[in-house]
């Protein structure tokens, strides 16, 4: 699921984070960094949905429960 993923929650706060540079009127520094970290969060949050689409999460998680069975 999507929701469980790390990746997903990361990218939240990142746009979040995103969201407030538009109550901020002064440009500077710190909001350029914010603003980075925003498109981060886009990027985070696309790939944690091409994951999701991919089915990648569901084999990571699949060859985890293999190599704990593997190593019991």
Do not use: H, Y
């Given at each position: 699921?999507?929701?469980?993923?790390?990746?997903?929650?990361?990218?939240?706060?990142?746009?979040?984070?995103?969201?407030?540079?538009?109550?901020?009127?002064?440009?500077?520094?710190?909001?350029?960094?914010?603003?980075?970290?925003?498109?981060?969060?886009?990027i985070?949050?696309?790939s944690?949905?091409?994951?999701?689409?991919?089915?990648?999460?569901l084999?990571?998680?699949?060859?985890?429960?293999?190599?704990?069975?593997?190593?019991?």
């Open positions: 699921m999507l929701f469980k993923t790390p990746k997903f929650w990361a990218s939240l706060i990142f746009l979040v984070n995103f969201l407030a540079l538009f109550s901020d009127s002064v440009i500077s520094f710190i909001w350029f960094i914010n603003f980075i970290i925003g498109i981060a969060g886009l985070l949050l696309g944690a949905v091409l994951d999701e689409i991919t089915g990648k999460n084999r990571m998680q699949e060859a985890t429960n293999m190599n704990r069975r593997r190593n019991r």
